[in-house]
């Protein structure tokens, strides 16, 4: 059930009474987008990403009727350096099992994540230079990153499309929080990302955050200054983008929603 609505700068903001009802809200969102994009085109593109916190979202969108995978092409954000090919951490490996090996799509282009970091960024950025991006469904992290754009390698005016980044402790914590690994240690220190810009190109951004643990970042998003210290507050700039949020990850802006 939405509880709550309002605007901060262009962004839509969204409040849920649970992470289910507000990933099946996200769900139907994408999914009447999805319909309507098809209507207009041959063939659409779709930047997925890889977390727990898109876990409602993702399995409330394979269930969505209407929708004719074989014309869509998926990508994803970012990805782990030094990682196994199998490695279940790995973010192709989470979307495989979530969504892009449950429905038919046209194509999935993997970042991969044991292949060599430079080359893998120069084969994504080709594929990137050759398609036109029309959805990205995104989250924010602890550290109010977008993709692996943590504060400190954020960039509103990248020049590059996907780079190589070291990730800073919160964000790093934050993969033991979700229980993907079991310790710090564990954790890959660098990660290739979809910069800010290659992401914000997309005509329609659909970020979906639930989670007490979010809580901070998403003030800082919808009301804390634009500023790479919070990357996720670029969001407030974009034509057409949506936060759906839970009653938890809300929790500091709920008395702003009218």
Sequence with gaps: MLLKTFKSG?????????RKSMGQAAADDVAACIRDLLSRKD??????AAAPSQNEFLEALVSEPGIEWNRIHALHMDEYVGLPADAPQGFGNFLKAAIFGKVPFAGVD???????PDEACRRYTRILDSVTVDMV???????????????????????????KVDLDETCRLQQVHDGCFDDISQVPEYAL??????????SRLFCIVPASTKAN??????????????P???????QNAVLYTDKDSAEYIMDAAV
């Design 193 to 202: 990302t979809l910069t800010i810009p290659t992401m914000l190109k997309a």
């Design 10 to 18: 262009k962004l839509d903001v969204r409040i849920y009474d649970s």
């Design 137 to 163: 469904c995104m989250g924010i992290g602890e550290n109010g990153h977008i993709a692996f754009n943590d504060p400190h390698v954020a960039d509103f005016d990248d020049p590059l499309k996907i780079k």
């Design 217 to 230: 970042a998403v003030k800082a998003a919808v009301f804390g200054p634009v500023s790479q210290q919070c």
């Design 43 to 48: 063939e659409i593109r779709i930047i997925f």
């Design 110 to 116: 993997y970042i991969g994540s044991d292949d060599d």
């Design 232 to 238: 996720a507050s670029i969001l407030r700039t974009h």
